[in-house]
């Protein structure tokens, strides 16, 4: 898997994306830039898309999303299987959130972050790993259930409602 970063923004988050994009290659870091490219207001499940896409795609292996709060970006990344987004606004949740959780898209808000402890918090997230460990792998397996039980689960539903 190229070990690109994609990253996103709605409207909310265009201005922090840009310092981030900056700070990511300042980093020599590959960055994949999906937009949006100004603040014209736009919606954020489609930069959640985007980047969701990217990852599932392999062809990054990380993502960040932005929007004011982080919430609806976030919100929007988990509906794809296989992605695990969570907003992280403190260097401890960025890291952890990697090791334990294999976390593979940050979300940030940048209507509550400042740039800089955003550009922290990018580093620490991005230096951190899976630790791999078993009980971590058997929560993940857990979560792979979940969405394999939905996603049958939907598809029956679907096939009902055709039936009725
Ligand atoms: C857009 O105004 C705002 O709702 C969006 O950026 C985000 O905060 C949603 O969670």
């Keep these: 898997m190229k070990k690109v970063v994609a990253i996103a923004a709605d409207h909310g988050g265009f ?9 990511l290659k300042g980093l020599g870091k590959a960055v994949n830039d999906l937009g949006t490219y100004s603040d014209e207001p736009v919606d954020y499940p489609d930069y959640a898309r985007k980047v969701a896409q990217e990852i599932l795609h392999k062809k990054a292996e990380k993502g960040i999303l932005i929007c004011g709060s982080g ?6 990344a988990n509906k794809f299987p296989g992605i ?6 403190d260097t401890f949740s960025a890291h952890q959130g990697v090791e334990d959780d294999d976390m593979n898209i940050l979300c940030l808000g940048a209507r509550v972050i400042g740039p800089e402890l955003a550009k922290e918090i ?8 899976f630790s791999g460990a078993e009980r971590h792998c058997r929560r993940l397996a857990k979560i792979d259930q979940i969405e394999r ?3 049958k689960w939907r598809a029956k539903k679907g096939k009902e409602v055709k039936d009725e």
Excluded: D, N, P, Q
């Design 15 to 23: 201005h922090l994306k840009t310092l981030l994009v900056e700070f």
């Design 71 to 76: 919430v609806g970006a976030c919100v929007a």
């Design 84 to 89: 695990r987004a969570a907003i992280c606004h």
């Design 122 to 129: 990018v580093r620490i997230w991005l230096s951190a790993s």
């Design 149 to 151: 039980e939905f996603t």
